[in-house]
């Protein structure tokens, strides 16, 4: 598969419309594209009986139509829908299709709250930023009925929760959410992240105020005023990859720090 697409079946009239990013989608070779390249935001909203219709509507798919309609009747799962899009036209290599088989299997055995987070996730690296905080919240309601994903988990949330806000620049939010974070994960990256968003809506008193209650002193305060000074506006961009690894950076601080 390359990155340009080449229609084999007509465009359709009217496009079908994917609310979570907004899009619209005008052929079958668009629409395998957009599930290979947003693996973690299909869902019920996108996999229902619209599209099917759609699909034979628009594009004159009346096997696949039917195909897909039985797959949704026995409910067969999302990764069955998926796939037989993808053979109704050789969309991939056979190792392209087999890596798809291969990811589809493991998201089905996550849990709801994490397959819910990186929705989030994905929804920021589209810059959706504020459905994925909608996406985040959902994700922290789901993981309040799950037992085994814990307070790193929740840590991980509130931390991409409060970067999705400086991308908002609600930087009050940020700050909140910064704090939620720490006091779930308490890595020391999250604390200072808290400091430098901070610094950026608070007047001078109060802002040393709030780091003295949270440990820095005057050093730290210095540092924190330099760095800040050093940060171009595009360094303070952020995407999910990097996240992810700060965050496994911040679990692997934690470990070490509490013993667990």
């Not at 924190?224 to 990097?242: F, L």
């Amino acid at each position: 598969m390359s990155d340009y697409i080449l229609c084999q079946v007509k465009r359709a009239s009217l496009p079908f419309y994917v609310e979570n990013i907004s899009k619209n989608i005008y052929s079958i070779e668009e629409l395998c594209y957009y599930f290979y390249k947003n693996i973690y935001l299909i869902d019920e909203s996108i996999i229902n009986e619209r599209l099917c219709n759609w699909l034979k509507d628009e594009l004159g798919l009346s096997k696949l139509y039917e195909k897909l309609y039985r797959i949704l009747e026995k409910e067969e799962g999302t990764s069955a829908f998926i796939l037989a899009i993808f053979r109704e036209i050789h969309y991939l290599s056979h190792e392209e299709f087999k890596k798809l088989n291969e990811t589809l299997e493991i998201l089905e055995k996550q849990l709801p709250a994490v397959r819910i987070k990186k929705k989030g996730d994905y929804l920021v690296g589209n810059r959706m930023y504020v459905n994925a905080i909608r996406m985040y919240e959902n994700a922290l309601i789901s993981a309040k009925r799950e037992e085994n994903l814990g307070l790193q988990f929740e840590g991980e949330i509130y931390n991409n929760m409060a970067y999705a806000y400086l991308e908002l620049f609600q930087m009050e939010e940020a700050a909140k959410y910064f704090k939620k974070a720490y006091e779930k994960l308490p890595a020391q990256q999250i604390r200072r992240q808290y400091f430098y968003t901070c610094r950026m809506f608070m007047d001078e008193g109060k802002w040393r105020e709030e780091c003295e209650s949270m440990g820095a002193d005057e050093k730290e305060r210095k540092e924190i005023v330099y760095e800040m000074s050093q940060v171009k506006p595009e360094q303070m961009a952020w995407n999910t990859e990097e996240i992810d690894e700060m965050l496994s950076d911040f679990k692997k601080e934690y470990h070490r720090s509490t013993g667990f």
